[in-house]
T-cell receptor, first 113, second 110 residues
Framework: SQTIHQWPATLVQPVGSPLSLECTVEGTSNPNLYWYRQAAGRGLQLLFYSVGIGQISSEVPQNLSASRPQDRQFILSSKKLLLSDSGFYLC????????????FGPGTRLTVT | GQNIDQPTEMTATEGAIVQINCTYQTSGFNGLFWYQQHAGEAPTFLSYNVLDGLEEKGRFSSFLSRSKGYSYLLLKELQMKDSASYLCASYGGSQGNLIFGKGTKLSVKP
């Protein structure tokens, strides 16, 4: 069966510090991978998605970046966090035949202070 | 442009039926999705409609009318554990990815 892991579960970081969130998927090959952010009172906002190794597309320009060094690994990074980066970060995957039926990881709750 | 609207909050009684509506305006329609999200947790996929009509899955049903840009999620025999946010989503955006509504927070009261 397929599983998706995200870590850390919670994170408190000062403004201006770097960020690295990792997501890994098990039990499937060549998944589409997504990073979302959910801020308080707002909907899920797609940040990045990837259809393959090294292929990253950005939906929203910001101070975040993403990388996919391996087929089932997706990393979200920032060099300098802003207060507005606080939120619930979710990684998700789906596959071509079932595109849209996304499976979400447990999420990382990030608080920038 | 792309837009998905759903009510912000709803309240219903345990054992009752509740209907959560969603209207959408997205380019290149390719299906309407419903997700459930309990507080502090990740969303989980509930249903997918690509053709008009009603899809039933146990206590949950989802309806789609493509001509009206309208969908609803019907929850029957409500249980306390159904208290959650329900997210409507459809394809759109610059790259044709899923766009989510802000969610409807459903509170089930005894």
């Amino acid at each position: 069966s397929q599983t998706i892991h995200q870590w850390p579960a919670t994170l408190v970081q000062p403004v201006g510090s770097p960020l690295s969130l990792e997501c890994t998927v098990e039990g499937t090959s060549n998944p589409n991978l997504y990073w979302y952010r959910q801020a308080a009172g707002r909907g899920l906002q797609l940040l990045f998605y990837s259809v393959g190794i090294g292929q990253i597309s950005s939906e929203v320009p910001q101070n975040l970046s993403a990388s996919r060094p391996q087929d089932r690994q997706f990393i979200l990074s920032s060099k300098k966090l802003l207060l507005s980066d606080s939120g619930f970060y979710l990684c998700a995957w789906d596959t071509g035949p079932s595109r849209g039926e996304q499976n979400f990881g447990p999420g990382t709750r990030l608080t920038v202070t | 442009g792309q837009n998905i609207d759903q009510p912000t909050e709803m309240t219903a009684t345990e054992g009752a039926i509740v209907q959560i509506n969603c209207t959408y305006q997205t380019s290149g329609f390719n299906g309407l999705f419903w997700y459930q999200q309990h507080a502090g947790e990740a969303p989980t996929f509930l249903s997918y409609n690509v053709l008009d009509g009603l899809e039933e899955k146990g206590r949950f049903s989802s309806f789609l009318s493509r001509s009206k840009g309208y969908s609803y999620l019907l929850l029957k025999e409500l249980q306390m554990k159904d208290s959650a946010s329900y997210l409507c989503a459809s394809y759109g955006g610059s790259q044709g990815n899923l766009i989510f509504g802000k969610g409807t927070k459903l509170s089930v009261k005894p």
